[in-house]
């Protein structure tokens, strides 16, 4: 029976990818996902970064780094990382409220959460514009005080935080749920403070959920398009956004230039959200 023991631990083990499992199928679900991935991404991406490829490198340089770009890029993703900022600091307060209290019309509340999911976007640009318009409800307030909202890079940051809050609150509720609040009260009779309580226990616990639902809002802030035009104004050089600019490129015909806007979008982004996910990671595994 030993050397039967010691000849099953010496036999080599099969390679994860070839081990038995109780559901089988992995052959024709990997080949489905890579099929699906490639149909979707990979192929559309690789026709937009070999259709800038046509181009010289100084043709490229200029269409993806002139003034106007530059400045397109700039309000994009400016706007887009305060917009997610914003989101991070009321979406977390939201989905505190949403989990641990209850009140009056809780459920209508939460509901109103996902309307940016559900809203056609020009519809949300259109309202938008509408209300903090010179003329609106909340603008015609805004302008004798000087604060112009609409048709401004302000318009922009508003407009994105609407459709970028629903990722921070709907990502943090679980985390939230499975965070006990014995935790809160073992940590107040040991003597902590409430900040104490808030900057050690719950902020770390949260971090990792709350890296998401940021990265996630800020990839949807960055291409949106249809809330955008509406309130945004559209002038070149001070609130034209990049997706609009590949748009107007689309327009005139210059499908190079277009796609050459495009693959610097998707070079940042792909590089910002690799930042994000690394702080992710260290967060997971400083709460861990």
């Known amino acids: 029976m030993t050397a039967t023991y010691a000849d099953s631990r010496?036999?080599?083990?099969?390679?994860?990818?070839?081990?038995?499992s109780a559901i089988p199928g992995f052959g024709i679900t990997m080949g489905l996902t890579l099929a699906t991935l490639s149909l979707i991404v990979l192929i559309p991406l690789t026709a937009v970064g070999l259709k800038a490829a046509e181009q010289s490198p100084a043709e490229f340089l200029h269409a993806a780094f002139n003034e106007r770009a530059l400045t397109?890029?700039?309000?994009?993703?400016?706007?887009?990382?305060?917009?997610a900022a914003i989101n991070g600091v009321f979406g977390l307060l939201t989905a505190w409220a949403l989990v641990r209290y209850e009140f009056?019309?809780?459920?209508?509340v939460n509901g109103l959460i996902d309307l940016p999911f559900a809203l056609p976007t020009a519809v949300a640009g259109i309202a938008l514009a509408t209300l903090y318009a010179p003329n609106g409800w909340i603008g015609s307030l805004a302008e004798p005080a000087g604060l112009k909202i609409a048709y401004t890079p302000l318009g922009v940051v508003i407009a994105l935080t609407f459709i970028g809050l629903p990722f921070i609150v709907r990502t943090l509720e679980p985390v939230m749920r499975?965070?006990?609040?014995?935790?809160?009260?073992?940590?107040?009779?040991?003597?902590?403070?409430?900040?104490?309580?808030?900057?050690r226990i719950i902020l770390p616990a949260l971090a990792p959920a709350w890296l998401t639902g940021f990265a996630l809002a800020f990839a949807r802030a960055v291409g949106e398009y249809g809330?955008?035009?509406f309130i945004a104004g559209n002038m070149p050089y001070k609130s034209e956004i990049a997706p609009l600019l590949i748009v107007i490129e689309l327009e005139q015909y210059d499908y190079a230039g277009a796609a050459t806007i495009a693959v610097v979008m998707l070079v940042v982004s792909f590089a910002m959200l690799f930042v994000?996910?690394?702080v992710q990671a260290w967060a997971r595994r400083l709460s861990a």
């Open 10 to 20: 010496d036999k080599p083990r099969r390679p994860l990818i070839h081990r038995r």
């Open 178 to 199: 499975d965070l006990s609040a014995d935790v809160e009260e073992a940590a107040a009779s040991l003597g902590a403070g409430r900040l104490d309580t808030i900057a």
């Open 104 to 108: 009056p019309l809780k459920g209508l």
């Open 72 to 83: 397109a890029y700039r309000l994009s993703f400016g706007a887009a990382f305060i917009a």
């Open 227 to 229: 809330s955008v035009i």
């Open 276 to 278: 994000i996910n690394a």
